[in-house]
């Protein structure tokens, strides 16, 4: 009779979860564990930051004038007579049905709110990271092919200046000359008043609901607004991503396999394209993804500028009149945006990168 030993039910048993549990899936939910943690420190964060803060959430509701009765009725309707674990919980639970309060600004769901201001920033960051990517990506390359040559200079002293000078300067710069004086450009804001009954907000991107509506003089106006903060939005990140590139491929030019490559006749720019750049890929993905998250969050002065009623203003607003609702909700939408963000750029280096895996 035969008796099976414990290691071979050890490994019968990892045999099983292997089949399965592919470990790519596992991967992938080892990844969306650290997720769900990562997100329920920072909301814990937010929200106890938000209870030490010297701002009173009742007053901020009812005004500095209220009775000691208002105050009373509302300090227990607001559940703050509560213990801090008990709110917290609370917190915690409305967030998994997506119900992070009213907003104290306009008394609206701040999730309403933040749907409402959500898309102009997404389209405002997409275009913006189009143009950073598609400059910076080849300037970079570039500026390692011909290094310390007058291109990589060039190069360097693009990328010095538009990543150093003030987004709200060259936006105002900006509005002056191809605004005002050239009248090249629309002006503050998504769209002109005379077009706005002309749009059908659809999916919220003016975009998208112009060419969905066929109607091509709208969608004229509706670029004509964007392109100027999205270019200067773009010539920052183009000034990191160009670096980086450059740093990236200066480090792979110096390989064996590029002089191989060359001797067996490929020609420069195939070498460069087809096999050092793809080795970059990966890391400039990871870079345009960190930067395409920053625009997301960072784009606080552009809109201020160009009255952009986008995600950053309305922090911005919410941060001034101390609505903690709609400031801790932003916070828990940025922290999302970063964690999937890099879970994406996980999954694409375990996708495109063997060794990884």
């Known amino acids: ?80 007579d509560q213990p801090l674990i ?56 570039a500026a390692a092919v011909y290094r310390n040559s007058w291109v990589d200079h060039a190069a360097r002293v693009m990328s010095l200046v538009t990543y150093s000078a003030p987004n709200f300067w060259l936006g105002l710069m900006g509005l002056v000359l191809f605004y005002s004086t050239l009248g090249w450009v629309g002006g503050p804001g998504r769209i002109d008043m005379a077009y706005e009954f002309d749009l059908d907000p659809v999916t919220g991107f003016f975009l998208v609901d112009s060419l969905l509506s066929g109607n091509m003089e709208v969608f004229r106006n509706v670029f004509s607004h964007l392109i100027l903060p999205a270019s200067i939005l773009g010539l920052g990140s183009m000034a990191y991503i160009s670096r980086m590139t450059r740093s990236f491929m200066i480090e792979q030019l110096e390989q064996e396999y590029v002089i191989t490559a060359r001797t067996k006749g ?16 990966i890391q400039v993905i990871t870079v345009v993804a960190l ?14 500028v160009f009255a952009w009623p986008g995600f950053g203003r309305y922090l911005t607003n919410s941060l001034l009149a101390g609505d903690m609702n709609s400031v801790v909700a932003c916070t828990l939408l940025i922290g999302v945006i970063f964690v999937t963000l890099n879970l994406i750029c996980d999954l694409l280096y375990w996708t495109l990168d063997p060794r990884t895996r």
Not at 54 to 65: E, K, Q, S, T
Not at 96 to 114: C, K, M, Q, T, Y
Not at 291 to 304: C, D, I, K, N, W
Request: aromatic residues 10%; charged residues 15%; positive net charge.
């Open 1 to 80: 009779m035969n008796v099976a030993s414990p290691a071979s039910g050890a490994a019968a048993a990892r045999r099983r979860r292997n089949t399965l549990l592919s470990p790519k899936a596992a991967a992938i939910l080892a990844r969306l564990g650290s997720m769900a943690v990562t997100l329920v420190g920072l909301a814990a964060l937010t929200f106890f930051i938000g209870r030490l803060l010297p701002l009173d959430p009742i007053l901020a509701v009812l005004g500095d004038n209220a009775t000691k009765e208002a105050y009373d009725r509302m300090y227990v309707q607001m559940g703050l």
């Open 86 to 141: 008990v709110q917290f919980g609370n917190y915690l639970w409305n967030i998994l049905h997506f119900d992070f309060g009213n907003a104290l600004l306009s008394g609206r769901p701040v999730s309403v709110e933040i749907a409402r201001t959500f898309p102009a920033t997404i389209e405002l960051a997409t275009v913006a990271m189009l143009i950073g990517t598609c400059l910076g990506v080849p300037l970079g390359v």
């Open 266 to 281: 490929l020609s420069k720019w195939r070498v460069i394209w087809v096999h050092v750049f793809r080795n970059i890929a």
């Open 291 to 304: 930067s395409y998250a920053f625009l997301l969050e960072g784009a606080v002065l552009t809109e201020t």
